[in-house]
């Protein structure tokens, strides 16, 4: 297993278009994260999945952002209309709900999103 | 919503000093971790503590999680160049396992 993959690496839009981003976890791993982190702030919670079920997402997302995680695998991340404010790094994270693992996240490398 | 403080922001110091940053939530945490971020990296994890009053040791790094459930430490001892990077203390609200709220996190510097 290769770790938490997650593609584009670096995306660079024009305000107003749309943009998707894939997380690749851990295969053993049930649980999915989404996090934006902006530079000198520490992550912040945006959605998880516990297999393909979305469980929790954050009150300060717009709907112009939507994830699914449609097989239980991989997942994807969509901002709609973007804008300026969405420019940050988002990382994915997954976990497994048991064993000594248990609620701890591996990162991705992060998919950084510029919005000119 | 749940806030997480850590204390300082930033911090210098010159190799074979030690460095210490604190965490605070504003709730009870039902477990706290530790994750560090390298420049241009992501967060790595480091170590979770469970217990009130946890103590735990990695070589030069001790954790240590307070009785109350809702401060937590980091100290380094002796640190090295490889020490750099940004700390962060992420803990899930008692009674939500799953989701991590992290700190503001405290960024380390050593120069030799």
């Known amino acids: 297993d290769t770790g938490v993959s997650q593609n584009p690496r670096h995306k660079i839009t024009k305000r107003g278009q749309n943009v998707t981003f894939r997380c690749d976890p851990i295969?053993?791993?049930?649980?999915l994260y989404w996090y934006r982190q902006t530079l000198g702030q520490g992550p912040e919670f945006l959605t998880y999945f516990q297999n393909e079920a979305q469980l929790e997402k954050s009150r300060l997302l717009s709907d112009r952002f939507s994830a699914e995680r449609p097989k239980g695998s991989f997942s994807t991340l969509e901002i709609q209309r973007t804008e300026q404010g969405d420019s940050a790094m988002y990382l994915c994270?997954?976990?497994?709900?048991?064993?000594?693992?248990?609620?701890?996240?591996?990162f991705g490398a992060g998919s950084r999103l510029t919005v000119l | 919503g749940q806030q997480v403080m850590q204390i300082p922001q930033y911090q210098h110091v010159q190799e074979g000093e030690d460095f210490t940053t604190y965490c605070n939530s504003s709730?009870?945490?039902?477990?706290i971790q530790w994750y560090k971020q390298r420049p241009g990296g992501h967060p790595v994890f480091l170590i979770q503590l469970v217990k009130s009053g946890e103590v735990k040791k990695q070589k030069r790094l001790t954790f240590q999680f307070g009785e109350a459930k809702k401060n937590s430490s980091l100290h380094i001892t002796a640190t090295q160049t490889t020490d750099v990077g940004t700390y962060f203390c992420a803990g899930p609200r008692t009674g939500t396992a799953s989701k991590l709220t992290f700190g503001t996190g405290t960024r380390l510097q050593v120069t030799l």
């Open positions: 994270a997954s976990s497994s709900t048991g064993g000594s693992g248990a609620n701890v996240l591996t």
């Open positions: 709730t009870t945490l039902s477990n």
């Open positions: 295969s053993e791993h049930n649980r």
